[in-house]
Nanobody, 113 residues
Framework: QVRLVESGGGLVQAGGSLRLSCAASGSIFSISVMGWSRQAPGKQREMVAVTRGGVTDYAESVKGRFTISRDKNTVYLQMNSLKPEDTAVYYC??????????WGQGTQVTVSS
């Protein structure tokens, strides 16, 4: 069984910063992908950032403001210059070779104007 636990969400003013963390634990033999997605009220879940084999990719809307990094089984999302439109529930995800994606429970990020 695999478990992903996110932390670091909260309320911040526009222009501020937050750092999200997600720790994966359980029956993990190898990690091929770790990333972050988000879902705002009334919208579909969207990919925000992903790290795969040391290569990172970002949604256009967050490029230059967000940075994803990974240390073993923990993935981080440094979010700078936050905007009200970044308000959403942020979900961590992880995939091992041959497995489905695993998801965390989500952490709320609210950016006030």
């Amino acid at each position: 069984q695999v478990r992903l636990v996110e932390s670091g969400g909260g309320l911040v003013q526009a222009g501020g910063s937050l750092r999200l963390s997600c720790a994966a634990s359980g029956s993990i033999f190898s990690i091929s992908v770790m990333g972050w997605s988000r879902q705002a009220p009334g919208k579909q879940r969207e990919m925000v950032a992903v790290t795969r084999g040391g290569v990172t990719d970002y949604a256009e809307s967050v490029k230059g403001r967000f940075t994803i990094s990974r240390d073993k089984n923990t993935v981080y999302l440094q979010m700078n210059s936050l905007k009200p439109e970044d308000t959403a529930v942020y979900y961590c995800n992880m995939k091992m070779p041959g497995s489905n994606y695993y998801w965390g429970q989500g952490t709320q990020v609210t950016v006030s104007s």
